[in-house]
Each structure stands twice: as C-alpha cells, then as structure tokens.
C-alpha cells in the first residue's frame, strides 16, 4: 500500500516552488529546483502536481485568490460608493507595486513566459485580466458612468501602468501620480 504524504505536503510544495517562481518567474524554474528547495521527492511532487504546468496553475490560482481578497478588502470600507471602490482597487495595486518585496505581477509575467493561447499558464493569466476589467466594468456602470467600456478599459491602462512601471518609478510619486489620475479620471466620468 502506497503511503499518504503528510497533511500540508500539497501547500508546503506550491508555498516552495512560489517563491522561486516568484524570484524568477515560472518558466525560469525547473521541477529539481523545486525539490530541492521543499526537500520532497520526485515521485510526492508528481503525486501532487501531475506537471509543472499544474504547479504553474496552482500557483497563479493561489495569486487570484490572494488578489481577490485584496480587492474585496480594499473595496469594502466603500460599499455603496462604487466610484470610490474604482479609485480603492488602483490604490490597492499601488500599493502592491510601492512594496519592497514586490517582484512583478504574476499574471502579466506568466502571461510573457507562456505567449501560446491553448497553455493553461496563459489561460489563467488571461482569466484574471478579464476578471479584473469585469469588475470594473461592473462598478462604472453602478457608479452611473455613461460608458463603463471606456471608464473600466482606462483604468485598467492606469493599473498595467501600475504593474509595468509602478515598482520602478513608484517610490518616486508616480503611484501617486497614478491614483490621482484614477480619482480625477472617475470623478469626470461619473
């Protein structure tokens, strides 16, 4: 009879390999480096993660889920008020990317490394944008924008800004810059 790998042996292996993903990107990474890194078999990982590919997914699915949150929370002192939930979701990926331990957005990274449309890396990536500009869309519209299309695609060129240049210049006012654009753009807009 095979044995059960300990309870935590799946999250221990994703919390190992998203640290060297995210020093590196996923693509840079190989399946040895991940176990040397956790101290697990070759066998446990494949027992947990049929592929790389799976792991990749794993980990960008961790990344929604931790950016769901972080927009829920940004989002949430301002129920009722969806103009300023537009502006708080900028804030938030500003802050993000003004972090000292921020090391490029997952997505748009997963994105570059796994440019084919049929890899579930890209599918994932691809996911979590349109995601993003939905929910945008959605709170233009309740804030009573006359075309949430054109508010929600250009808040999402404030936020890839964000993403792109956001760590590079952000230190230096540009993600404040950043988030008062936002606000006035949404304060026109609406």
Known sequence: MARKPAPGTRDRILDHAIRLFQERGPRAVGTQQIIDACGCGKK?????????????????????????????????????????????????????????????????????????DAHPANRVAVRHVRDLRARLHTLARRAGAPDPNALADRLMLIIDGLYINGSMLGRNGAATAAVALADELVGNSV
């Open 44 to 116: 446990l990982l494949y027992r947990e993660f049929a592929s790389k590919d799976d792991l990749v997914v794993a980990y960008l699915e961790r990344c929604q889920r931790e950016w769901s949150a972080i927009m829920d929370e940004a989002t949430q002192p301002y129920a009722g008020d969806p103009a300023r939930q537009l502006v708080a979701l900028v804030q938030a990926v500003a802050s993000q990317v003004t972090a000292t331990d921020y090391s490029g957005c997952p997505f748009r990274t997963a994105y570059s490394q796994y440019p084919d």
